[in-house]
């Protein structure tokens, strides 16, 4: 069975810095996507970041944290991270560790959450102007 548990949110300024981890077990050696997902009050979940486990590589990341997020993983330490620069208020949500998420053509997909098995209890961002 995996089990999968965030750490690291808080509450910053804006423009600051946070690193997410998620700490996952039960893993196999298959390759799989893992990825981060958030949801903001009122708001539908989006995906946030996601790579290909296996490889660390074939990372895709939704539009509007390109260039400040940068999704990756630890194979030793079975723990997938999110770091997230220069932080803006739109940030603040509840973020997610998805895992175990379908592969197509070797690239892991944002675009429905359902691709994903298994989720953690999510960790709080709020970042404020």
């Known amino acids: 069975q995996v089990q999968v548990a965030e750490s690291g949110g808080g509450s910053v300024q804006a423009g600051e810095s946070l690193r997410l981890s998620c700490s996952a077990s039960?893993?196999?050696?298959?390759?799989?996507?893992m990825g981060w997902f958030r949801q903001a009050p009122g708001k539908e979940r989006e995906g946030v970041a996601c790579?290909?486990?296996?490889?660390?590589?074939?990372?895709d990341y939704t539009d509007s944290v390109k260039g400040r997020f940068t999704v990756s993983r630890d194979h030793t330490k079975n723990t997938l991270y999110l770091q997230m620069d220069n932080l803006k208020p739109d940030d603040t949500a509840m973020y997610y560790c998805?895992?175990?998420?379908?592969?197509?053509?070797?690239?892991?997909?944002?675009?429905?959450?359902?691709?994903?098995?298994?989720w953690g209890q999510g960790t709080q961002v709020t970042v404020s102007s």
């Open positions: 039960g893993l196999t050696n298959d390759d799989y996507a």
């Open positions: 790579l290909s486990w296996s490889s660390g590589g074939r990372a």
């Open positions: 998805a895992a175990v998420g379908t592969l197509y053509g070797g690239r892991c997909r944002l675009s429905d959450s359902y691709d994903y098995n298994y």
